[in-house]
């Protein structure tokens, strides 16, 4: 299957998270987002059998409209410098 016409946003946002939120909000009719320099929150504390206090968990902002897609993180120092956002109405074309 050929998709055509597929639209793309990039934005580099200097890790202002208010600015991801406003982004994917208002950008509805893209297709595919790719934002870099993303902040990376700490979304909740997880068990550990290496820590009593427990291990962060790191990631970014989502939003129900779209589907996150970014590299796997191998250390702190390593975290992904673009996170690519697909809209769920083209992940539905992308099953059949």
Do not use: A
Not at 5 to 15: E, G, P, R, T, Y
Not at 36 to 59: F, H, M, N, R
Not at 72 to 91: A, G, Q
């Amino acid at each position: 299957m050929i998709f055509t016409n597929i639209k793309i946003f990039l934005q580099n946002i200097c890790k202002n998270n208010l600015l991801t939120n406003t982004i994917l909000e208002t950008q509805k009719d893209f297709d595919i987002i790719f934002i870099q320099e993303l902040s990376w929150l700490i979304i909740c504390s997880i068990p550990s059998l290496l820590s009593e206090e427990g291990e962060y968990l790191v990631g970014v902002l989502n939003h129900p409209n779209w589907l996150t897609f970014s590299r796997n993180v191998s250390n702190d120092y390593d975290s992904s410098r673009v996170v690519s956002y697909f809209h769920s109405l083209i992940m539905v074309l992308f099953t059949f």
